[in-house]
Nanobody, 122 residues
Framework: QEKLVESGGGLVQPGGSLRLSCAASGFILDDYSIGWFRQAPGKGREGVSCLVTTDGSTYYADSVKGRFTISRDNAKNTAYLQMNSLKSEDTAVYYC???????????????WGQGTQVTVSS
């Protein structure tokens, strides 16, 4: 059974850092592009970052550019989202997703994790 499981969320102060993990099982994550998305209360799900499997290129939403970094460890079949200089507006449930296409649009992905809560607050 194909499955994605996020972890690493939590409560952090503004300016702090977190690293989210997305562990894949039942399929080889390296064969797919990876997307990270987030959904704040009362808002729609938005694309944060993606890593395209065909050429390794990465893309970021303007709101996180320079602060977040997407990566993948093929030996662990796991993707990561390193989040630095966190702001209160980064508070959301974060989801990882995988698909053969890749991009920052929700409808480009079929496989999703259950999400992990990130709260940035003092």
């Amino acid at each position: 059974q194909e499955k994605l499981v996020e972890s690493g969320g939590g409560l952090v102060q503004p300016g702090g850092s977190l690293r989210l993990s997305c562990a894949a099982s039942g399929f080889i994550l390296d064969d797919y592009s990876i997307g990270w998305f987030r959904q704040a209360p009362g808002k729609g799900r938005e694309g944060v970052s993606c890593l395209v499997t065909t050429d390794g290129s990465t893309y970021y939403a303007d709101s996180v550019k320079g602060r977040f970094t997407i990566s993948r460890d093929n030996a662990k079949n796991t993707a990561y989202l390193q989040m630095n200089s966190l702001k209160s507006e980064d508070t959301a449930v974060y989801y990882c997703a995988a698909d053969t296409r890749g991009g920052l649009e929700v409808d480009e992905y079929e496989a999703w994790g259950q999400g992990t809560q990130v709260t940035v607050s003092s």
